[in-house]
């Protein structure tokens, strides 16, 4: 599979539980990107990776939100406290040094959360 | 600071007839600029991007896309709609050395037959 892999494909949790998303990038992209989309709106960026090293956070990631990526390869994406307002859909991308400029991001199909 | 503005929310059109989703954009830098189409239930595709080489961008699928500095504008057109065009399309910014992209709103566009 060439693509970005995101699991689960949907999440329905209760409000306080905590969730944990895993995003699968290129095998050859070192670089990652973490997004939500709420509906009816654009994605909006979260989180960035370049390897293993978290380089830039976005203000909408509070501290119930973390970001992993221990080994330069998947990622993990963990809420804490769910809230309904983490209702949303969480995308990941990837891209190399070379895509960004060239290809733009590949982005999966996202996992769909919802707190009840 | 980067921002788009997707001038539409929703745009209808008829199969064969053209296509035009328009885009301005705010940007500290020359900025890099793309279009994205996002189909329901499957992930986003990169359709065209600009990054300071040609004005006239041309992407997948037929479209393509004009960089107009003086009116901060990067419209999409298509001369004849497909059905299977119908779609959510996104205009995005990138600064130069940001690593995130800036998506507009989006436009739903919608293809009658």
């Known amino acids: 599979d060439t693509g970005v892999s995101q699991n689960p494909r949907h999440k329905i949790t209760k409000r306080g539980q905590n969730v944990t998303f895993r995003c699968d990038p290129i095998?050859?992209?070192?670089?990652l990107y973490w997004y939500r989309q709420t509906l009816g709106q654009g994605p909006e960026f979260l989180t960035y990776?370049?390897?293993?090293?978290?380089?830039?956070k976005s203000r909408l990631l509070s501290d119930r939100f973390s970001a992993e990526r221990p080994k330069g390869s998947f990622s993990t994406l963990e809420i804490q406290r769910t809230e309904q307002g983490d209702s949303a859909m969480y995308l990941c991308?990837?891209?190399?040094?070379?895509?960004?400029?060239?290809?733009?991001?590949?982005f999966g199909s996202g996992t769909r959360l919802t707190v009840v | 600071a980067q921002s788009v503005t997707q001038l539409d929310s929703h745009v209808s059109v008829s199969e064969g007839t053209p296509v035009l989703l328009r885009c301005n954009y705010s940007s500290s830098y020359s900025p890099s600029l793309f279009w994205y189409v996002q189909h329901p239930n499957k992930g986003l595709q990169l359709l065209l991007k600009?990054?300071?080489?040609?004005?006239l961008v041309k992407g997948i699928n037929g479209f393509e896309a004009e960089f107009k500095k003086s009116e901060t504008s990067f419209h999409l057109t298509k001369p004849s709609a497909h059905m299977s065009d119908a779609a959510e399309y996104f205009c995005?910014?990138?600064?130069?050395?940001?690593?995130?992209?800036?998506f507009g709103s989006g436009t739903r566009l919608q293809v009658q037959p």
């Open positions: 995005v910014v990138s600064d130069m050395g940001r690593r995130a992209l800036t």
């Open positions: 991308a990837s891209s190399s040094r070379e895509g960004t400029s060239n290809y733009g991001y590949t």
């Open positions: 095998s050859e992209h070192n670089r």
């Open positions: 990776f370049q390897n293993e090293a978290q380089l830039e």
């Open positions: 600009y990054t300071s080489a040609a004005t």
